[in-house]
């Protein structure tokens, strides 16, 4: 099933990939089934969405991409848009999140998709990663069937994990406490999950999870990609086992979380086309506020604009990217929230909003010694993090 907003008048297609984790073994998909059905069944599905953020059709709120035709797809494979495998009798469950993706787009093309001059498959989360294994796909079933024409894209917001070392390693028993390239690993074997040719051949067989990693799959590509991350992802921290309960956070645990900041920011150094905030959030790009943000003065919505432009002027004449139109966009600052327009923190506890120095105070953030560390006044450091700077 899909969701379908038809424009007319315009030659742009968005298909976006909805998100929500996975699941890997009968077990832990028999829990999914139980609490998150709509994640596994189109039964509950309503009749019809109304779309927000980059999928609204209110130039306010979706200054670039308002008019463009919208398709919604639910995410139901619970397989991060890879499976290919039906129901059969050693598997109850079907998935095949890769397959549905490719009999929308064979039904879309009856429906205008095939005069479309620009398709954007945009996904959040476990459909951002979705956005990485299928772009190149999309792009080639197009071609097979004739449709050479139409620019295939990807925007691929919060999927972009890191295969690092957890905080604190546990066993592996539900998709919240295994360590993601575990996960990922029983998840390829338990939904046949397939991956790109070309990322494929970089690693051995059976190494196949290592396409699931944004910095391992994004050199691979052939299709333009744009990354959208946050710096402090609330989902790789909570694979990794930082869970912020409204304790103070121990030192180790606030090492970790700066040095993870790092750690995303250098994989994003050769990422042509990316906007990286230093906040502590996930997802962003259907979030009504999503226009709100900004890394070093560009907002989101502009530096998509932007990308659009370097792409149609490449594709005319392979010029230097345009002025005062940035696409790499990447937060230098080093700890969680320490960018102004981040989102609005609230306690987990009490859910009321908390500022920037509230918040780092509520994480343990030592005012004192942080200033002694980088060698200024304590008030001239909590001035600097509440302007940002």
């Known amino acids: 099933s899909y969701y379908l907003k038809e424009s007319k008048g315009s030659r742009r297609w968005l298909l976006f990939l909805e998100g929500g984790w996975y699941c890997f073994s009968r077990e832990n998909c028999d829990t999914r089934y139980g609490a998150m059905r709509r994640l596994m069944s189109s039964r509950e599905w309503p009749p019809t969405r109304v779309g927000t953020g980059i999928l609204s059709s209110q130039p306010e709120e979706n200054p670039h991409w308002w008019n463009a035709n919208m398709v919604f797809i639910p995410y139901c494979s619970s397989d991060v848009w890879s499976g290919a495998s039906s129901k059969s009798e050693k598997n109850e469950y079907a998935f095949m999140g890769a397959l549905i993706i490719q009999?929308?787009?064979?039904?879309?093309?009856?429906?205008g998709l095939g005069t479309a001059k620009v398709l954007l498959l945009a996904g959040s989360s476990a459909g951002g990663t979705g956005v990485l294994l299928n772009v190149d796909r999309v792009a080639e079933q197009l071609e097979e069937m004739g449709y050479q024409g139409i620019q295939v894209r990807g925007l691929a917001d919060s999927g972009w994990f890191l295969d690092n070392k957890q905080y604190r390693r546990t066993d592996c028993i539900d998709t919240i406490t295994c360590a993601p390239t575990e996960a990922i690993r029983r998840g390829i074997r338990y939904w046949n999950g397939i991956v790109p040719e070309r990322c494929k051949l970089q690693f051995k067989e059976g190494e196949e999870w290592n396409c699931f990693f944004g910095y391992k799959i994004y050199p691979t590509l052939r299709c333009p990609v744009f990354v959208v991350q946050w710096l402090f992802d609330e989902a790789q921290l909570t694979v990794d086992n930082v869970h912020l309960t409204g304790q103070p956070v121990q030192e180790g645990?606030?090492?970790?979380?700066?040095?993870?900041?790092?750690?995303?920011?250098?994989?994003?150094?050769d990422v042509t086309a990316s906007f990286a905030p230093a906040c502590l959030s996930h997802e962003i790009i259907t979030r009504n506020h999503w226009t709100d943000i900004q890394v070093k003065g560009t907002s989101l919505p502009r530096a998509l604009h932007c990308w659009d432009r370097s792409l149609h002027e490449s594709n005319k004449n392979g010029k230097a990217p345009l002025k005062g139109c940035p696409i790499h966009l990447i937060d230098s600052c080093p700890w969680p929230h320490c960018n102004p327009s981040c989102p609005t923190i609230r306690d987990q506890f009490t859910g009321q909003e908390m500022n920037v120095i509230q918040f780092l105070m509520h994480m343990g953030f030592d005012v004192q010694k942080m200033a002694q560390q980088q060698g200024l006044e304590p008030s001239k450091l909590l001035g600097m993090l509440s302007s940002g700077n």
């Open 103 to 111: 009999e929308v787009i064979k039904e879309l093309v009856g429906k």
């Open 253 to 269: 645990q606030w090492l970790y979380i700066q040095n993870l900041g790092r750690e995303l920011r250098n994989t994003l150094k």
